[in-house]
């Protein structure tokens, strides 16, 4: 790691007042769509916009508050930007609700729930402040994360915790709830995979054998970390959860290329890849008419159904989109979870999809930025892997709904319907905060630290 | 540990930018191609809660929309449906569009290019595109007196008649029987539309096929037209040529020979042609037949349009034939409208239009004008020669000859009073076990050609005996042509 010079590091400004007037921009754009689904749907702007409205207000005011005691000097455009995604997620969520109550008045709705989760993950992201006063201090639950990560991943196999929806056995019923452990199973895995390899990255990289031109690492390095690896991936696989196995494996190349400087681990790990999606194309019908569906979508079948309605919606969409309440997104199954884009598509057109995309971006950037100004290494992997894995899920996820890639089930961050996601993402932007308000924050005036100054040094002489 | 990262930075940026330029690819590039789809409900649903254009015959609408208070907003209607259903077509949630509802759907839908300042003033205006009219050429008393005079025969005949202007091509009356209601393929109740459309489709007589111009029939003494049109241009035979009458033509190559209806003879055995075409002669058509030869009989049917489709306002128009090679028998019996010559009473309605119009036949078209949803008139259709049939001598010879049919010969049921029509009567067999088809195609008034007929009368539930074309489709076309002189 390049020494920091303390001649080369200019003091971060705290940058709150920025944070809040950002806020106050995303708190215009949540509320506003909110009421513009209520003037597309029923031509009047919905009586409870002053609670809704009032609730997120409450909400965001509050994040902000937490951060200026808790983390003074974190970033300032990652909380609005989650905000603004959060409540434009809201907003479609309750346009779809009203849609499908139009159908029948006893649709399930989600808007409320959904509201509900964000509290509860607004609460989590202040709990992780306040508690996690220092982000190195995670450092000491390295193997207790990964024993958790594996833990949280077998939970939906038990038998009576687990439940299969939709094809994928990756929810747990706790009472009225189900709840996704995978999405927390990230979190915990970025921080093992974080924690290990700052203590064996030079390892890793240093000791080892060379074979076909590639310096292969020792076992007893590599060893801990494969399996804890291969333990997720396998249970994803056994999970049927095309979309997580894809971002974990991911992630993990990327932790380990970013710890050991060696891009030849990108290059073994894209090589597994390929081979290793060619098997499981072989292997597995449901890869196979995942792919299927992907190159051929036309004529529209039980398989592609679903990504071609949501095709159908974004074309409709166009440019500018039908406006919010003004389109037929209940068409495209799950337009309330994993198609949400297309709705947005749909109803806010190319130009709501481009800045959505641009909305996640910037949180990958802030991650990225944060990382590269981190003082530790621990801090440094524990940012990269949190930002990589937000921008391969949203690249895996939307890229599946626009027909980049073929379709892997994920949740869109902070838009989808689904609590875990929610809470796990806030989660997610509370440890964002965390390392980026300590890589901001000045250096403490430590003795002799201001060694520049001639005339005040200390000479031993004897 | 920060070049990496950086490199990841820039990874992941070409993630993100491989999003947006997808996204502008499928919101923008191919939307258009994706919104066409047939499969696609959103622009169906859109297209019909549009208020859709009116089909109009003579400023009266026989298909309109009107708001009704469901999911779509309005509703197609179509008045007098029966007798429209073949034009007009239906307008189905389920099943899609057929004839003027489709062919002219964009106009109608109002997606049509000319329709482009209007859609931009609705964008601006924030109100929902409308469609424009479109007003067909069917004279209203023709049409009707075509559907009547079908319908006299029975509520089952299978038939057909098309009335056309000579001059221009318009098409003043097209009837098709059996026919349907548009009106239960196009309500908004799904399941009653599935019903009604089985219904349809499982009826043997087959009511939603347009008998005039989606099917072939032997056209039968009809085509002697044709033949005789053959004759005069060859510059071989005039109208007082003679030709070999009698009872019977020796087929060359069988043991059969060709003979007259009902076994009659010709009134000599040597006659006139104007007077051959009079009592219909099959020995003397069948003998000019074998001395034309069939490329000479082909090339003449092919300029009245034979082995063509030009019809472009109504869909499936089917090509009517003329056999490709037949031996000489087989070539006799062509030339009377037998063996494998097949034609749609349009086509038929157009080799008597073109005898009409001095032997030039005009192209068939059935829109008048489309307008915008403002009634201004976006385009008129201008009547377009479609071919050179025969010249203007043999033209009005056959006008001559076809005169005398009426006169005295075998179409004396066709006589309007006062005015001199010309026409042509045709029986066709088809086969042993089914009734033969009725034709008869007529022009008046005969020296200055107002409208031309073809009427088919394909199965009219009558014995075998009483089926003829001066007895059955001749009244009908006697009634389309004073239908259209009244007005």
Request: net charge negative.
């Amino acid at each position: 790691m390049n020494a920091v010079n303390p001649l080369m590091s200019f003091v971060h400004r705290r940058r709150r007042g920025a944070e809040l007037f950002l806020l106050v921009l995303s708190l215009f754009v949540g509320v506003g769509a909110y009421a513009a689904v209520g003037l597309g749907v029923e031509g009047t702007i919905p009586a409870d916009i002053v609670g809704y409205g009032g609730w997120l207000t409450v909400l965001c005011v509050i994040c902000h508050i937490v951060v200026r005691i808790f983390a003074p000097y974190a970033d300032p455009v990652l909380l609005p930007i989650v905000a603004a995604l959060n409540g434009i997620g809201l907003a479609i969520i309750h346009r779809i609700d009203l849609a499908n109550l139009a159908n029948n008045e006893d649709a399930n709705t989600y808007a409320r729930d959904q509201l509900l989760w964000m509290t509860l993950g607004v609460i989590l992201f202040i709990a992780v402040l306040v508690i996690i006063r220092d982000h190195r201090r995670l450092q000491a639950f390295t193997y207790i994360s990964g024993f958790a990560a594996v833990f949280l991943l077998i939970l939906p196999l038990l038998p009576f915790l687990g439940t299969t929806i939709n094809g994928a056995r990756i929810w747990i019923n706790i009472g009225p709830f189900s709840f996704q452990p995978g999405e927390v199973a990230k979190v915990c895995l970025v921080i093992f995979f974080a924690g290990y390899l700052v203590l064996h990255r030079d390892a890793l990289a240093l000791a080892g054998r060379r074979f076909a031109g590639i310096d292969f690492p020792r076992g007893r390095d590599l060893g801990p970390i494969l399996a804890m690896w291969l333990v997720s991936l396998g249970v994803l696989v056994f999970q049927r959860d095309l979309g997580s196995s894809l971002l974990f494996f991911g992630l993990f190349l990327v932790m380990l290329y970013v710890a050991t400087e060696r891009p030849g681990w990108l290059v073994v790990g894209s090589a597994l890849f390929i081979a290793g999606s060619y098997v499981g194309f072989l292997l597995f019908s449901h890869v196979q008419s995942r792919v299927d569906s992907w190159i051929a979508p036309f004529p529209s079948d039980a398989g592609s159904y679903q990504i071609v309605q949501g095709m159908f919606g974004m074309a409709w969409g166009g440019l500018v989109g039908r406006g919010l309440g003004l389109g037929d997104p209940t068409l495209i199954p799950f337009s309330y979870s994993d198609f949400i884009v297309a709705a947005i598509g749909e109803e806010l057109g190319l130009t709501g999809v481009m800045a959505i995309i641009v909305l996640y971006g910037l949180i990958v950037e802030r991650g990225l930025r944060t990382a590269l100004v981190c003082r530790d290494a621990f801090g440094k992997l524990v940012a990269t892997g949190l930002a990589v894995v937000f921008a391969l899920q949203v690249f895996v996820v939307i890229g599946g709904v626009t027909k980049l890639i073929p379709l892997t089930g994920l949740t869109t961050p902070f838009m989808s319907y689904g609590g875990s996601s929610l809470v796990a993402n806030w989660a997610i932007i509370a440890l964002l905060l965390r390392i980026s308000d300590h890589a901001r924050r000045p250096l403490p005036e430590m003795p002799g630290s201001n060694d520049d100054d001639d005339a005040t040094q200390v000479v031993m002489l004897r | 540990m920060n070049k990496p990262i950086r490199t990841m930075s820039i990874a992941c940026m070409a993630l993100f930018i491989a999003l947006l330029v997808n996204a502008t690819y499928l919101q923008y590039l191919q939307a258009d191609e994706l919104n066409s789809r047939n499969d696609n409900k959103r622009v169906r649903d859109a297209e019909f809660s549009r208020e859709r254009g009116a089909i109009l015959v003579h400023d009266i609408s026989v298909a309109e929309s009107v708001p009704v208070d469901d999911e779509f907003e309005y509703q197609r209607v179509y008045r007098s449906p029966l007798k429209y259903a073949h034009l007009t077509g239906y307008y189905s949630y389920t099943y899609g569009r057929n004839a003027v509802e489709l062919t002219q759907n964009d106009i109608l839908s109002g997606s049509d290019p000319r329709l482009f300042v209007n859609r931009v003033v609705d964008l601006f205006g924030n109100s929902q595109p409308e469609g424009g009219d479109v007003s067909l050429t069917i004279d209203p008393k023709a049409q009707s007196a075509a559907y009547d005079g079908l319908r006299d025969l029975g509520d089952n005949v299978e038939g057909s008649v098309v009335a056309l202007d000579p001059s221009t091509g318009a098409i003043l009356a097209m009837v098709s029987s059996p026919t349907y209601d548009p009106n239960k393929l196009s309500s908004h109740k799904l399941n009653a539309i599935q019903e009604a459309w089985e219904r349809q489709q499982g009826d043997p007589a087959r009511p939603m096929l347009n008998r005039g111009i989606q099917e072939v029939y032997p056209p039968g003494s009809t085509f002697k037209l044709v033949t005789a049109a053959a004759a005069l241009s060859s510059g071989q035979y005039n109208p007082g040529s003679t030709v070999p009458g009698g009872t019977r033509l020796d087929l060359p190559q069988t043991d059969t020979d060709l003979v007259n209806d009902s076994g009659g003879d010709c009134g000599g055995d040597k006659i006139s042609l104007t007077e051959a075409l009079a009592v219909s002669c099959n020995v003397s058509f069948g003998y000019l037949g074998m001395e034309l030869g069939a490329d000479t009989l082909r090339e003449q049917a092919e300029k009245f349009g034979f082995g063509e489709r030009y019809f472009e306002d109504l869909n499936g128009q089917v090509a009517s034939r003329f056999p490709e090679a037949p031996d000489e028998p087989q070539t006799a019996l062509s030339a009377i409208g037998q063996f494998d010559v097949a034609s749609t009473p349009l086509q038929m309605a157009m080799v008597t239009a073109g005898i009409a119009n001095g032997g030039s036949v005009m192209k068939p078209y059935l829109v008048d004008e489309v307008r915008s949803p403002d009634l201004d008139v976006l385009d008129k259709a201008s009547p377009e020669a479609f071919r050179e049939a025969v010249s203007s001598s043999v033209a009005s010879d056959l006008t001559q000859m076809m005169i005398e049919v009426v006169e005295r010969g075998t179409a004396t049921t066709a006589q309007i009073p006062g005015m001199k029509v010309a026409g042509k009567t045709g029986t066709a067999q088809s086969s042993p076990d089914r009734p033969p088809y009725a034709w008869f195609v007529s022009f008046a008034p005969a020296d200055d050609p107002q409208v031309a007929v073809a009427v088919l009368v394909e199965d009219a539930g009558v014995a075998r005996d009483a089926i003829s074309g001066s007895g059955l489709a001749a009244p009908i076309a006697k009634r389309v042509m004073e239908a259209v002189m009244s007005r």
